[in-house]
């Protein structure tokens, strides 16, 4: 089993020092990065995370390496971008709602600080995860609440997701540090899942994460034997219409990607997909556990990082 490592020790017994970033796809459990053999890992994936934050967390984790001596050819950056609406908030001890931000000891998930030197009592991340998340801590809820209500809108969110692509791209580049990039599932197109006759919620759409957790089947928290169907052979996200397209404040940003970097999982029902398509569809896995049926199984993680993962370390 792939382990975390700092460099310490004899380095001759790894081959690269990888870096990881992302949300809780890329850090929930023995996730992807926790399964990769024969090099160093440095995971900074955060549940919770937005695409802001894990940029931030990756770049300070290359810097961090550098800093110390590291050459950037023994450096392998790999990203896996999380949902585009996502937000964070940087609080600091010269906040009045500071204190309040960071009390509760139970689940403190909306927390995050990727540079580990940094005491939360002096600055700390907030993040909003999704809409209507219910953290422990009230006030963060109330912070974001606002958020939601008063700024949130997709186009703008989308630009912020470009914007963050093209700075790690442009980064690596200029640090001559090797990438790939991916995503936990689309993220750059306009689709949704009418669910078919004779399931639990037919004739509902699905958006996005609740199409691969399976729950319109059976309505059930979570089932050992919950597979895509195979009579289910329409296309979802496959030729659907692209964000970028809808939203003209983005072109200019998603024609300057380089995507001769990026790892896709794609077939006849879906496109730019990412490691939630590649679960269900590709590998035909039951998607999540029973005390997390959101996330792929410790299985399904495993085999993404053995079947494509260590393809791309080089």
């Excluded at 009230?138 to 186009?155: G, T």
């Excluded at 993220?187 to 899942?193: D, E, G, M, P």
């Excluded at 219409?241 to 794609?266: A, G, R, S, V």
């Amino acid at each position: 089993m792939g382990r975390l490592f700092k460099r310490t020790g004899n380095i001759e017994e790894y081959n690269m020092i990888v870096v990881t970033s992302g949300c809780s796809f890329t850090n929930c459990g023995m996730s992807w990065p926790y399964h990769i053999e024969g090099h160093e890992v440095h995971n900074k994936g955060e549940v919770g995370a937005g695409n802001s934050y894990i940029t931030r967390a990756a770049i300070w984790q290359c810097e961090d390496l550098l800093s110390r001596g590291i050459p950037s050819d023994e450096i392998y950056l790999i990203v896996m971008w999380s949902g585009i609406n996502r937000k964070e908030v940087l609080s600091t001890n010269r906040n009045p709602l500071h204190s309040d931000y960071i009390s509760n000891e139970k689940d403190r998930w909306w927390l995050s600080n990727f540079n580990y030197n940094i005491d939360e009592k002096n600055s700390v991340w907030l993040k909003s995860s999704i809409p209507d998340m219910n953290w422990s801590n009230q006030s963060v809820c109330d912070l974001f609440e606002q958020h939601w209500k008063h700024f949130y809108m997709e186009e703008e969110s989308l630009l912020n997701t470009f914007e963050n692509i093209l700075r790690i791209q442009r980064y690596c580049k200029s640090k001559n540090i090797k990438y790939k990039l991916s995503c936990w599932q689309n993220i750059f197109n306009k689709y949704s899942l009418l669910v078919p006759k004779g399931w639990k919620y037919e004739n509902q759409e699905m958006f996005s994460q609740e199409i691969w957790t399976l729950t319109w089947r059976d309505g059930e928290h979570w089932k050992d034997d919950r597979y895509w169907p195979d009579e289910m052979t329409d296309k979802i996200s496959k030729d659907t219409p692209l964000l970028k397209d809808l939203y003209p404040q983005t072109q200019h940003l998603w024609n300057m990607i380089e995507w001769d970097n990026w790892w896709f999982y794609e077939d006849d029902q879906v496109e730019y997909g990412g490691l939630s398509e590649w679960v269900v569809l590709g590998e035909k896995h039951n998607m999540g556990m029973q005390h997390d049926p959101a996330h792929p199984s410790e299985y399904s993680h495993e085999q993404f990082a053995k079947k494509e993962v260590e393809k791309w370390i080089c």
